[in-house]
């Protein structure tokens, strides 16, 4: 086992509210990273994933608790570390080696040394020939490459990796993963241990040597599992099967528990619960009801092959489904209710009133309805709205938050948004201009 290099200490982080209260995002988290190992850090949508990420690189300082390199308590960026984005993060002014050389910003280094090292991390991603690139010329999987060497160009000893595939296609990300693979195995690379952020169970088992699984709401360990497995690794291997069903059944448990949880009483001390509105369509949803139809009930790993999405992508589709009240999920199955099952007997009017019914008892959408009811002509600007997403759900993005809600809402015809005006209003509230009317329309086939 290899020295200590990172250790997060009983690390706490949240949110405060303008009335003093918090929002608890990660709750006593102790986790260790050693030389040479791939730990990536595993958990459903919103557990706080990427703040843990960002807190133990020193990019963020937690409200509790701190993190120490090699033994020392880190005060502000770990030097050792470099981050590689989701969203790529380049500047689209500069090109490629330019973008590469901005990690060295910072550094006091010679011009010469400079160079060297941009040349350098340019061989170990395969960017030779597009020095002179810009941004816009390049692919996703290019422009990803940019990001890799960027942080391997500071010679990082702990490169740190926030989702840094999920925006490619299958066959670039699993190119480039296998890729970073290679640059850990590589005896002359600078790279002394990995730290990465998936939602991707199989890319968990495929890079990782552990795997460290956090629960939400708020984020916590739920366990922590070594993977043995040898580079290169099969994913048809059946010890890789084995350790996936593994993972999707704690996984499961960690979006979708046996155990649903209890709403209080308004009058009880107790917070009141603020449920996550999963980032899908309702149209999809409703198809996943079509095919559980003639089943009644499918195990989970069945329904992810049949729907052919990705097993933490289909637990959001679940988890809509069930927050909806159509799909029960004991175990690793998910049940039809009688309740979804009326719901696509229903023809398409009788389905809106049904959902328009469900909706107005999801905190969310009852918050949105009452601050209509107080606000003059019942409007609400666009801004308003995602203030409160922004303290609600402060590990989500507000924008993305308030466009599924907004389709949902629309589909069932429980407020209405012109995107023209950037407005909330009350759905039987008559829009008065033409330029209105088209806004509100606009977009409304995201439902």
Request: proline share 6%; net charge negative; hydrophobic share 45%.
């Amino acid at each position: 086992m290899g020295a200590l290099l990172l250790e997060a200490k009983h690390i706490c982080h949240h949110f405060a509210l303008a009335d003093g209260k918090r929002i608890e995002i990660l709750r006593d988290i102790n986790l260790a990273v050693r030389e040479h190992e791939v730990v990536a850090i595993l958990g459903p949508s919103g557990c706080g994933k990427s703040t843990l990420l960002r807190i133990i690189i020193g990019l963020l300082k937690p409200s509790a608790g701190e993190i120490r390199y090699r033994g020392t308590p880190m005060q502000g960026l770990n030097p050792s570390a470099a981050l590689v984005f989701q969203n790529f993060a380049l500047y689209p002014w500069l090109a490629v080696q330019q973008n590469i050389a901005m990690g060295l910003e910072n550094l006091p280094i010679a011009d010469e040394e400079r160079e060297k090292r941009v040349r350098r991390s340019i061989d170990r991603v395969g960017l030779e020939g597009f020095e002179d690139a810009y941004p816009r010329e390049l692919s996703g999987g290019m422009k990803q490459r940019v990001g890799i060497a960027r942080a391997l160009v500071v010679e990082p000893e702990i490169l740190s990796m926030d989702e840094p595939f999920s925006a490619l296609d299958v066959m670039t990300g699993e190119t480039l993963r296998n890729e970073v693979v290679d640059i850990y195995m590589d005896k002359g690379s600078p790279v002394n241990s990995i730290l990465m952020v998936t939602h991707s169970i199989a890319e968990a088992v495929f890079m990782a040597t552990r795997i460290v699984v956090l629960a939400s709401n708020p984020g916590t360990i739920r366990t922590i599992i070594d993977n043995p497995l040898a580079y290169p690794r099969d994913e048809h291997h059946p010890e890789f099967v084995k350790l996936t069903q593994k993972l999707h059944a704690i996984i499961t448990q960690a979006v979708i528990p046996d155990e649903p949880v209890t709403v209080h009483a308004a009058a009880a001390p107790q917070p009141q619960v603020i449920q996550a509105i999963p980032n899908v369509s309702l149209l999809a949803t409703m198809g996943l009801l079509e095919i559980l139809e003639n089943e009644g009930e499918m195990e989970l790993s069945e329904l992810a092959k049949q729907v052919d999405k990705e097993f933490t992508q289909l637990l959001l589709f679940v988890k809509a489904a069930e927050l909806l009240g159509w799909v029960i999920t004991p175990g690793q199955k998910v049940l039809l209710t009688p309740e979804g099952r009326q719901f696509l007997a229903a023809d398409v009017n009788t389905r809106k009133q049904m959902l328009n019914a469900k909706l107005r008892h999801i905190f969310i959408f009852e918050l949105i309805l009452r601050m209509l009811e107080r606000s003059e002509n019942h409007e609400l600007e666009e801004e308003v709205v995602l203030s409160e997403l922004a303290i609600l759900y402060p590990h989500e993005r507000p924008h993305r938050v308030l466009r599924t809600i907004i389709a949902w809402a629309r589909y069932a015809e429980l407020f209405k948004y012109s995107s023209t005006r950037k407005m909330i209003y009350a759905f039987d509230r008559p829009a008065a201009r033409p330029e209105e009317r088209a806004g509100a329309d606009a977009g409304s086939r995201g439902a």
